[in-house]
């Protein structure tokens, strides 16, 4: 039978409703002309959001913005590659001045070196702008010689071609915070010679800055003189102030005194507060802070009221001679005349008082900053604290210590060693150990020198099981003890027939050395 017969039906058959047809798999292959043709492919689906960011064209802009919001200077570094991938783009000043304050502010300096000679190789040239702002953060990095090399080299990438008076001054101050007084003359010297700068003011008051700084204030007045006879160069309220500073530091106050008028009826310079603070810190630090308060009558006859940082230097000093009567008067008139006082001055007077033994009164200036808005920080609080431990109120320290960061003040380790170093000194090893778990609770490692002396304390009173979870504890903080120590908490271990506690601690130390 051929297969055509198989799925022919005759017409004369007609079905029984009962039975069921049986269909042939040959019947599923039709010819070609009956086969329905295939439906057309469906579209690509469209990009997704992120890749059309992807495939976004980076402006300048956009790579400047890019590269300032990243965390990873590796990261910004990719970005700028990225874009200069782009058919078209070229990197200009901005694009180029992000990554390199990125780089020097995260210290990847061989990657700076790279990118400066990448500079080199552009067609385009460059303003000034962007190398004064690396000049400083190389000195602050402690690479000076680094900071006169970026100053000589970017000469050739600059739109101008010679570096302006701003650059030197920016550079030369740099040289003479980083104490770099040999950098910085050998480039004055060559900024003369190659561009033939003169110095203005802001140079000449660099100079004489660092004529001071290395107390030679002899070369200090010769840079005055000089200014005073030049035309571009006149001297102003930062060089007499800069000269009088240095001659306080010196305990020449007479001389800073007959500065500071010649300063007025010679070239009738009016001086405002900070050359006022400086003459009344240098008396104060001399210890002639009667003197000082004089100042402050001379300054208001001459139009200048004292402002807030008069009355802090004033009232200080007043403090580092524990003069605590005339301390407290200088407070009160601040609050009279309406000044607003701050965190640093309440904590001045707070600390006078607790010095004198006053912690009470103290304690009532820190509720009176709460009061008035004045949040007290941590240097605050350490000093109330230590007050407390010089009069033995160690339950009150301790209270705070406990209290404190609930109240949203971030101690720091000193908040702590303050309070065990006198438990220390003063033998009360029940509360020492106490504080001790506190403190490791919290992160916080005790003083190399106290730890051994809590450890040796606490052998000498028997509280060897105390020592022996004092030192497991301190061990795992990476505390290791003097030999002394250590033969004295072993020794006492053994004494009590104890060996294997003995063995696993000696175990432990060499495993955490």
């Known amino acids: 039978m051929s297969p055509q017969n198989l799925i022919k039906v005759p017409n004369n058959v007609t079905s029984s409703p009962s039975t069921t047809k049986w269909i ?20 690509p689906p469209p990009p997704t959001e992120p890749e059309r960011r992807r495939s976004r064209f980076i402006s300048h802009a956009d790579a400047v913005r890019l590269i300032n919001r990243q965390t990873d200077p590796q990261r910004a570094l990719d970005l700028f590659n990225a874009a200069a991938a782009q058919p078209g783009f070229a990197h200009n000043h901005a694009t180029y001045s992000a990554l390199l304050l990125k780089l020097a502010r ?5 990657a700076l070196d790279a990118v400066l000679r990448r500079m080199s190789l552009e067609p385009c040239l460059f303003h000034e702008a962007v190398f004064l702002r690396l000049m400083p953060l190389l000195c602050r990095a402690s690479l000076p010689d680094k900071a006169v090399h970026l100053f000589r080299s970017a000469i050739p990438l600059l739109v101008h071609r010679n570096p302006s008076l701003k ?13 770099r007084f040999d950098l910085a003359q050998d480039l004055l010297t060559d900024a003369r010679a190659r561009f033939s700068i003169e110095p203005n003011t802001c140079v000449c008051n660099i100079l004489v800055k660092h004529h001071c700084m290395s107390r030679d204030l002899d070369s200090a007045f010769r840079v005055l003189e000089e200014m005073r006879a030049s035309e571009l160069a006149k001297p102003n309220l930062i060089t007499y102030s800069t000269l009088m500073g240095g001659l306080c530091r010196e305990g020449r106050l007479k001389d800073a005194f007959d500065l500071f008028e ?6 009738k310079i009016v001086p405002d507060h900070l050359t ?8 104060c630090r001399s210890g002639q802070v009667d003197k000082a308060r004089t100042i402050f009558g001379f300054m208001r006859s001459n139009g200048c009221e004292p402002n807030m940082y008069n009355y802090a230097i004033l009232m200080n000093g007043f403090c580092r001679e524990g003069r605590v009567e005339e301390a407290e008067e200088v407070f009160e008139e601040m609050g009279k005349i309406g000044l607003q006082i701050d965190v640093v001055t309440y904590t001045t007077l707070i600390g006078c008082l607790c010095r004198e033994g006053r912690v009470d009164e103290g304690i009532e200036l820190v509720k009176e900053m709460r009061e008035k808005g004045c949040k007290a920080d941590v240097v605050t609080y350490n000093v109330v604290i230590e007050g407390l431990c010089k009069e033995e109120r160690f339950k009150e320290a301790m209270g705070l210590l406990e209290s404190l960061p609930y109240d949203g003040v971030r101690l720091n380790v000193a908040s702590y060693r303050i309070v065990l170093n006198s438990l220390c000194a003063t033998g009360d090893m029940e509360k020492a150990i106490g504080l001790l778990g506190l403190m490791l ?25 105390d020592a022996t979870v004092a030192m497991y504890g301190l061990a795992e903080m990476g505390f290791m003890p003097e030999s002394d120590t250590w033969f004295q908490l072993v020794d006492s271990v053994c004494r009590e027939r104890k060996l294997k506690r003995a063995f696993d601690l000696f175990d432990d130390l060499l495993i955490a050395e």
Not at 106 to 110: C, E, L
């Open 24 to 43: 042939s798999p040959l019947q599923y292959l039709k010819p070609a002309s009956l086969v329905r043709p295939a439906p057309p492919p469906l579209p």
């Open 106 to 110: 995260h210290r990847r300096f061989p």
């Open 167 to 179: 650059a030197l001054a920016t550079c030369l101050d740099a040289l003479v915070e980083a104490r």
């Open 262 to 267: 010649e300063m007025i009826d010679k070239d």
């Open 276 to 283: 006022y603070n400086v003459l009344i810190d240098g008396f």
């Open 441 to 465: 609770g919290r992160g916080f490692r005790p003083h190399f020198a106290t730890s051994n002396k809590l450890l040796l304390g606490l052998c000498e009173v028997g509280r060897v099981a």
